[in-house]
């Protein structure tokens, strides 16, 4: 068992975890940090990460925050866009916090039910905004391989 779950899973130690949020307010930003970091009951390390910190990158582009959830201990990235309009202006950075905080809980539940995970290592690539206007549209998804 890799020494970073076994602690997590006894809970011997706080979790580390680095919180990188670009393209949003510095103060909404701040907030989300400080309050992902309570809720995760995790220790806040730099964007730096070495193979025991779950790396979380929260992307504002208008309206919406892109998440993304790269943990090596489990080998997996996880993704899911929040639209911060659904809460109050004085409630988004809550909101962004919580957001990232259950997606990385989801990530973490796996060392429940798979204490030695073997998944290759996760890697940081950059998962993209797709427009609603194509997710609606009956071309978005085609193959694009010649075959019409």
Do not use: Y
Not at 45 to 69: I, Q, S
């Amino acid at each position: 068992m890799h020494t970073a779950s076994a602690q997590r899973a006894s809970g011997l130690e706080r979790p580390r975890v680095s919180i990188d949020i670009v393209g949003c307010d510095a103060a909404l930003a701040r907030e989300a940090q400080r309050i992902a970091g309570i809720e995760l009951r995790a220790t806040l390390v730099d964007p730096a990460p070495d193979d025991t910190v779950t790396e979380v990158k929260a992307t504002c582009r208008g309206a919406l925050a892109a998440l993304e959830v790269i943990d090596p201990t489990t080998g997996k990235s996880l993704g899911r866009t929040v639209a911060l309009t659904e809460a109050a202006p004085n409630g988004r950075g809550r909101l962004l916090a919580l957001a990232v905080a259950e997606l990385v809980v989801a990530s973490w539940s796996e060392l429940q039910s798979n204490p030695e995970p073997r998944a290759p290592p996760a890697t940081t690539a950059t998962l993209p905004l797709i427009p609603r206007s194509m997710l609606r549209s009956p071309t978005a998804f085609r193959r694009f391989d010649g075959d019409a």
